[in-house]
């Protein structure tokens, strides 16, 4: 199959005609006096505008997905030059169901392969990977846990948060959790009151980590000047950690599908 190549002729004391070429071959007979006079302003103006119009598009909204595997699309898709420019990001996390055994609450014989299990999916490292290496503009993280019907770590020492620690220069943190403990899709939980006791602990543990430094910076220490604050929304414990100098919009939801919204 032959491709159609675009040609451009000027005869003498004729104007200017687009003709289609058929013939399979680089055109190479352009006279270099009409290829050194065609005008590339637009060209230029055109990149500007893309430039500009990026910069607003990528800074001032705020990007939300249902799950991980979604945003992984949306980093694919966006140019390296631009994934920098997101501030603002939200996902979900739903946890895979451990197909070998029922439910292991933590402290429990056998959760550690429970817990293992529930975190072999692949997104789950990539994703914290691109927000810690190729996200470097990114202020407002928002996340949930989504562990319906089962039950997941809040200490400080699950293995769950491990690539989260990796991750510097927030300014502002949200973490959500649903599961059996704290209560998931309307119904209560088993130990509602502890859950968000936790969850405030490991959120003000996150947030002496994450919200220090510079975007890209592991810092060791924690000068503590940061303010945090816990709510209940449904059956979602919703903790924040914020240093107070972004706005934010509490009436998004970390489980709607692909939302983009101006701040």
């Known amino acids: 199959m032959s491709r159609k190549l675009c040609t451009y002729s000027a005869a003498a004391g004729k104007p200017p005609t687009w003709t289609r070429d058929s013939r399979n071959k680089i055109i190479t007979n352009t006279p270099r006096s009409i290829l050194a006079h ?8 055109n990149k500007q505008l893309y430039n500009e119009a990026a910069a607003v598009l990528y800074g001032e909204l705020t990007f939300e997905a249902s799950e991980l595997k979604t945003c992984l699309l949306f980093a694919c898709m966006v ?18 169901s451990c197909l070998t055994m029922a439910p292991v609450r933590r402290g429990v014989a056998g959760y550690a392969s429970y817990e293992q299990y529930t975190l072999w999916d ?8 691109i927000v810690r290496s190729k996200m470097d503009g990114l202020v407002e993280l928002g996340f949930c846990m989504n562990y319906e019907g089962q039950y997941l770590d809040r200490s400080t020492g699950a293995k769950w948060l ?7 220069g927030l300014r502002r943190l949200e973490v959500w959790v649903q599961d059996r403990i704290g209560g998931e899709d309307g ?21 002496e980590i994450m919200c220090q430094g510079k975007r890209g910076e592991v810092v ?3 000068d503590g000047g940061f303010d945090s604050a816990a709510a209940v929304d449904g059956d979602v414990a919703a903790t924040r950690w914020d240093t107070g100098n972004t706005s934010h919009d509490d009436s ?12």
């Open 187 to 207: 119904r209560g939980g088993e130990d509602e009151v502890g859950a968000k006791r936790e969850g405030e602990t490991l959120v003000e543990f996150l947030g």
């Open 252 to 263: 998004l939801s970390p489980l709607d599908i692909l939302d983009i919204g101006r701040k």
């Open 220 to 222: 060791d220490g924690v």
């Open 162 to 168: 491990k690539p989260l620690l990796t991750v510097r």
């Open 38 to 45: 065609l005008p590339t302003a637009i060209l230029y103006t």
């Open 79 to 96: 140019s390296t030059r631009n994934l920098p420019l997101v501030k603002r990001l939200r996902s979900t996390w739903v946890g895979l």
């Open 122 to 129: 692949e997104p789950w490292g990539e994703f914290w990977e």
